[in-house]
């Protein structure tokens, strides 16, 4: 019988190791990991697969890189390319894979590039500096860009600045590269929304906050070629105590588009929520701990059956069994050693094996 094969690449730091992104090979039966690869990469911060899945562009010092993906899930370098600014955190295409917009926290810029028809990195199209003064003097007195993604119809750039407590809305020009800002979605001040996430249908917008910990709900439509966005809940990973430092992480959805996820650095644990496919709503399944500190990022797996946690402050990455039905997780095999994980995605390869 024919299943599906993935692959699972990791990005992380590389303090000491040089080999900034590691491949596994995914053991879709027994939910674990088998190191296939690695790519000698500095300081990988965040990974993101083109549309078309041919090929994957990483974050570095001082700009990014782009890999061919091969038929066994390896990677073949194709270029570097300058983003003019300090280094980025976050990085995505655009639906068309004719742009990459890359996120700078450090210096709160957002930088889109050109892409080449064969997925190599082309040169800087827009470049654009968030300003602006935040609440509070400690950390966010000024701009840090945390997310940049498109919405599904291709029409509009959401930039999450978590220094601003707001969403950017930039409207994308296709032909030359350029963005124009449209629109603000505000956020509570001091809440610092970090991660953005769009339904499988594109019509709700979820967005997760990494002080507040909490993920806000808009519907999203457009209105005399505007774009209208309507907070519809907010709902809250887990209940502030006095004195924790608690900080919301990754938000990621389900491969079906029914299940959300995200993790609790502090508290240590991964919330999981099923969505209401008419409504856009999310409801809490479990939150649970994820026998590791600092969960960076956190996946399912694209069976729903497991789930696998990046952890990045006890370096390594824990895998746990999940039955979503009735809320459990339970921890499956042991941890796997990898200094400073910060992202993870899965990759399925074109041809299937024979099981």
Do not use: W
Not at 88 to 96: A, E, I, K, V
Not at 230 to 240: A, D, G, N
């Amino acid at each position: 019988m024919a299943r599906e094969k993935y692959v699972a690449y990791v990005s992380t730091y590389t303090m000491g190791d040089s080999h900034g992104i590691k491949i596994y090979d995914v053991d879709m039966k027994n939910g674990r990991f088998k190191e296939k690869d690695k790519v000698e990469i500095s300081n990988s911060s965040y990974l993101t697969i083109s549309h078309n899945g041919k090929y994957l562009y990483s974050i570095t010092d001082m700009g990014v890189e782009s890999y061919a993906i091969q038929p066994d899930g390896t990677l073949k370098m194709l270029n570097f390319a300058p983003i003019n600014g300090m280094r980025g955190c976050y990085l995505s295409t655009d639906y068309t894979d004719q742009y990459l917009f890359v996120a700078g926290y450090h210096d709160g810029k957002l930088t889109v590039l050109h892409l080449k028809e064969n997925g190599a990195v082309g040169k800087i199209t827009d470049e654009v500096f968030h300003k602006g003064l935040g609440s509070m003097a400690e950390r966010n007195f000024r701009p840090h860009i945390n997310c940049a993604r498109m919405t599904h119809d291709n029409k509009y750039l959401l930039v999450a600045d978590e220094g601003m407590d707001h969403v950017n809305v930039y409207s994308l020009d296709l032909k030359e590269g350029k963005v124009r800002l449209v629109d603000i979605i505000r956020s509570e001040i001091e809440s610092a929304p970090r991660h953005i996430k769009i339904s499988g249908d594109g019509r709700f917008i979820y967005i997760v906050h990494e002080q507040t910990c909490d993920i806000d709900v808009y519907s999203y439509k457009i209105v005399d070629d505007l774009p209208v966005f309507e907070k519809i809940q907010s709902e809250r990973i887990i209940e502030l105590v006095s004195g924790s430092t608690y900080s919301a992480s990754a938000l990621s959805f389900s491969s079906d588009y029914k299940y959300l996820l995200t993790s609790v650095a502090g508290d240590n644990s991964v919330g999981v929520y099923k969505v209401d496919q008419e409504t856009g709503k999310i409801k809490q399944i479990f939150l649970l701990p994820v026998a590791g500190e600092y969960p960076k990022d956190a996946e399912f797996f694209p069976n729903n059956e497991f789930l696998v946690s990046l952890n990045h402050e006890t370096n390594d990455l824990t895998f746990f069994k999940i039955d979503l039905k009735n809320g459990t997780m339970i921890m499956n095999g042991p941890p796997i050693p990898v200094a400073l994980p910060n992202c993870i995605l899965f990759h399925k390869i074109a041809a299937p094996v024979e099981e």
